[in-house]
C-alpha cells in the first residue's frame, strides 16, 4: 500500500485539527440548507458535486493481501508522535487523499450538517499512544477496529517520515465518517407505515439515538413506538452499552404468533484486539405480550417475563506475545455463561401450562475454546467498494452445560470447529461442523447435528468497470431424537426467501443456496447498484424419514440492492422471485421491496457460547 508523499514531503501540513467554534446554531444551518434546495436545478447541482466527490478510487486488482504486511518494515520503531487526518463525509473520492480541498459552497453546506467525530473518540479508539514501538499486527488490528465501528466509512494508518537512518517515525491515522443521520423505512401500505430516524454519531461523540414508529389502523393501540440510546467505547473500556424500549415486535418473540414490547439494557464487550485478555457482555430485559390485534380472551397469550443473560470469556493462551511476535500456536481461552428466564405472568389457558415455551429456564454453560485467525483486506463481498476484514483461520469448541427447564434437569455436552482453505483459484471454502446433546439419566434427547459449507470466489473483472463474484452455501441440520425441541420450517431465512406461514416441517433438513452478484459501475447521486441472481432450494423430511426422498422446494430471484455507503441507511433491496413447485399455501411468484442490514465479515474471535441452535 504505497504512502501519500505529501505526508513524507511535508509533515507539517498534516497536523491535529483544531476545532472550529460554531457560528451558527444547528437548526439555522438545517433551515439554510433547506432552503437553498427549493430550487430543483440547484439541487441536483448539490447532488451531481457530491456524489462526483464521493465516487471511491478504481480498485488495482480483485487480490486479498494481509493486513499487516504494510507496516511490517517499520516494526520496532519508537512513535515520535500521532497525527490525526479527518476527511469530509463528502469530499475526497479516496480515503488515501488527504490534500482534497474545495471552495464550493454547495459541499461545504452539506459537510456543515455533519459533525465529525472528535479527536479525542479516535484517540480513545486506538491501541497505541506516542513513545510506543511500532507493531505490525498491533496497527493492521487497531485500522480493523476502527473499520468495525458503526459511525467511521473507512479508516487508515500509515507509518509516515520513517527511513532507514533512524529509529523513530509518525504514525498518520486518517478517518472518515459515515453521514450520522439516518432512516429506515420498514412498512409502507395503504393502511400501515412503520419507519425509524437516527443518529449514529451525536455530537461526533460515538453514541447513537433512534426513534421509531409503526401506525396501523387494524391494530390497537394504533400507533406504536421505539427509542433507544447506545454508547460505543464507554469511557474508553472498549464496552458498547444500550438502552431501549419497543413495542414495534423487533426483538427476537418467545413464540410465533404472538407480538411482544420490550425494556432492555445490553452491555457487550468483544475481544477488540488479539493481546486483549477479556471478553463479555450483559442482557436484562422485560418482555410483555400485547394484544395489538384485538383477540378474545379465549386466544390471546397473556404474558410477561424477564431476561437475564450474563458471559464472560478469558483469553489465557495469546498467540500474540507482550514482545510483539506472532508465534505459530492457537490462542486459547475459556467461556462461561449463564442465562435465566423467568416469568411474572403466563398464559391462562390450559394447553400452555405445561408448555416449555411459557415456563421459567435457567442454564449454566461453560467453554474451552482454540482458534487462529488472520485477517486479510479486500473490497466487494457484502459491500459496494468500501475496504472488507476477511476473517481466515480455524477454531474449535468444547461445550458443556447443565439446564433447567420444565423442571427437567439435562447435562448438556457439544464439540463444534470451522476451518477455512483458499482455493487454487483464490476463491474461500469454509466448512462448519457441529454435534451437541442433552443428558437425562444417561440418555441423548434433543440431540443436534448441524454442517456447512460456505463459498467465496475471487472477484472477476466484469465489463470495463464492474466486478463479479460467486457465493455458494449447502447447509444440514437435524435432530433425531426431539424432546422439547419443535420441528424446522423453510421460511425464510431457514430456507427460502419469500416463504412464510408455510405448514410443512420436519426434524431433518437440507438448504442449497448460489448467489452470482454483479457490482456495477452505475452510480446515481452516490447510490451504487449491485445486481444479483439466486437460486435456493430446500427439503424437509416432513413426508418420508429419509430426507432425500422428500420434494425438492426451489425458488429462482432476481433483483439489486441499493446503497450509498457515505450515509447510515440500510440497504434498499428490490427483487422477484419464482417458485416452480411451490408449497402449499404459497404462490408461484413473490416481490420483494424491503431494506437490509449492512452485512460484515465478524472480525471479533469470542462469541457467546450457546448450545448448537436449532431453528
Known amino acids: 500500500?504505497?504512502?501519500?508523499?505529501?505526508?513524507?514531503?511535508?509533515?507539517?501540513?498534516?497536523?491535529?485539527?483544531?476545532?472550529?467554534?460554531?457560528?451558527?446554531?444547528?437548526f439555522r444551518k438545517v433551515n439554510d440548507y433547506v432552503d437553498s434546495l427549493k430550487n430543483r436545478r440547484f439541487r441536483d447541482s448539490v447532488l451531481r458535486k457530491i456524489s462526483k466527490a464521493n465516487e471511491p478510487p478504481k480498485p488495482e486488482d480483485s487480490s486479498m493481501y494481509k493486513s499487516e504486511k504494510y507496516f511490517t518494515e517499520h516494526t520496532g520503531k519508537v512513535i515520535r508522535r500521532i497525527i490525526y487526518r479527518q476527511l469530509k463525509v463528502f469530499g475526497p473520492g479516496s480515503i488515501n487523499d488527504t490534500t482534497f480541498t474545495t471552495n464550493m459552497k454547495l459541499i461545504k453546506m452539506a459537510n456543515k450538517l455533519h459533525y465529525n467525530s472528535h479527536i479525542w473518540l479516535i484517540r480513545q479508539n486506538l491501541f497505541f499512544r506516542e513513545r510506543d514501538t511500532v507493531n505490525a499486527f498491533e496497527l493492521a488490528e487497531n485500522e480493523r477496529y476502527l473499520r468495525s465501528r458503526p459511525f467511521i466509512q473507512d479508516a487508515r494508518i500509515y507509518v509516515v517520515n520513517s527511513t532507514d537512518n533512524n529509529d523513530t517515525a509518525d504514525v498518520l491515522v486518517i478517518t472518515k465518517d459515515v453521514f450520522e443521520y439516518g432512516a429506515d423505512v420498514r412498512k409502507v401500505q395503504t393502511s400501515a407505515v412503520g419507519a425509524s430516524v437516527y443518529n449514529n454519531n451525536l455530537f461526533g461523540a460515538g453514541q447513537k439515538v433512534e426513534v421509531g414508529f409503526l401506525w396501523d389502523k387494524d391494530y390497537k393501540p394504533e400507533w406504536n413506538s421505539e427509542i433507544s440510546y447506545t454508547k460505543y467505547n464507554l469511557w474508553g473500556s472498549f464496552i458498547d452499552a444500550s438502552v431501549g424500549y419497543s413495542t414495534l415486535n423487533n426483538t427476537t418473540a418467545l413464540d410465533s404468533g404472538v407480538y411482544e414490547g420490550s425494556y432492555y439494557v445490553r452491555v457487550n464487550r468483544p475481544l477488540y484486539r488479539q493481546t486483549a485478555s477479556l471478553a463479555g457482555g450483559l442482557t436484562l430485559a422485560h418482555n410483555f405480550s400485547m394484544n395489538i390485534r384485538n383477540r378474545a380472551d379465549s386466544l390471546y397469550r397473556d404474558y410477561r417475563y424477564n431476561v437475564f443473560d450474563v458471559w464472560t470469556g478469558y483469553n489465557f493462551r495469546r498467540r500474540r506475545g507482550d514482545d510483539g511476535k506472532m508465534g505459530s500456536k492457537p490462542d486459547m481461552a475459556i467461556l462461561g455463561r449463564y442465562y435465566r428466564v423467568n416469568f411474572d405472568k403466563r398464559p391462562n389457558q390450559e394447553i400452555y401450562k405445561n408448555d416449555p415455551i411459557y415456563n421459567d429456564r435457567h442454564y449454566y454453560i461453560g467453554q474451552f475454546y482454540i482458534f487462529k485467525q488472520d485477517f486479510f483486506k479486500a473490497h466487494h463481498f457484502f459491500g459496494f467498494g468500501r475496504t472488507e476484514d476477511i476473517p481466515f483461520g480455524y477454531n474449535a469448541s468444547l461445550t458443556a452445560g447443565w439446564e433447567n427447564w420444565v423442571g427437567r434437569r439435562r447435562f448438556y455436552t457439544g464439540v463444534e470447529m470451522q476451518k477455512d482453505w483458499l482455493t487454487k483459484m483464490q476463491g474461500i471454502v469454509t466448512l462448519k461442523l457441529g454435534m451437541g446433546t442433552f443428558w437425562q439419566a444417561g440418555v441423548s434427547e434433543d440431540a443436534v447435528i448441524h454442517g456447512e459449507v460456505d463459498y467465496f470466489s475471487r472477484l472477476f473483472k466484469f465489463g470495463k468497470k464492474g466486478y463479479l463474484r460467486q457465493f455458494g452455501r449447502i447447509d444440514y441440520l437435524g435432530n433425531p431424537n426431539n424432546y422439547f425441541y419443535r420441528p424446522l420450517n423453510i421460511n425464510?431465512?431457514?430456507?427460502?426467501?419469500?416463504?412464510?406461514?408455510?405448514?410443512?416441517?420436519?426434524?431433518?433438513?437440507?438448504?442449497?443456496?448460489?448467489?452470482?452478484?454483479?457490482?456495477?459501475?452505475l452510480r446515481v447521486y452516490g447510490f451504487k447498484f449491485n445486481f444479483f441472481l439466486s437460486l435456493q432450494a430446500s427439503q424437509l423430511n416432513y413426508e418420508k424419514t429419509n430426507l432425500l426422498s422428500n420434494p425438492i422446494y426451489s425458488g429462482f430471484g432476481v433483483g439489486v440492492r441499493i446503497r450509498n455507503e457515505n450515509l447510515s441507511i440500510n440497504t434498499l433491496q428490490l427483487a422477484a422471485y419464482a417458485y416452480p413447485n411451490a408449497a402449499p399455501g404459497m404462490q408461484g411468484v413473490w416481490f420483494q421491496l424491503t431494506t437490509v442490514s449492512d452485512l460484515r465479515f465478524d472480525i471479533f474471535a469470542l462469541k457467546i457460547p450457546q448450545f448448537i441452535s436449532f431453528r
Open 492 to 521: 425464510r431465512e431457514n430456507g427460502l426467501t419469500g416463504y412464510v406461514r408455510t405448514t410443512i416441517n420436519g426434524y431433518q433438513r437440507l438448504n442449497v443456496q448460489s448467489e452470482t452478484v454483479w457490482y456495477s459501475p
Open 1 to 26: 500500500m504505497p504512502v501519500n508523499p505529501v505526508f513524507a514531503q511535508h509533515p507539517d501540513r498534516d497536523t491535529v485539527p483544531v476545532e472550529q467554534k460554531q457560528k451558527k446554531r444547528w
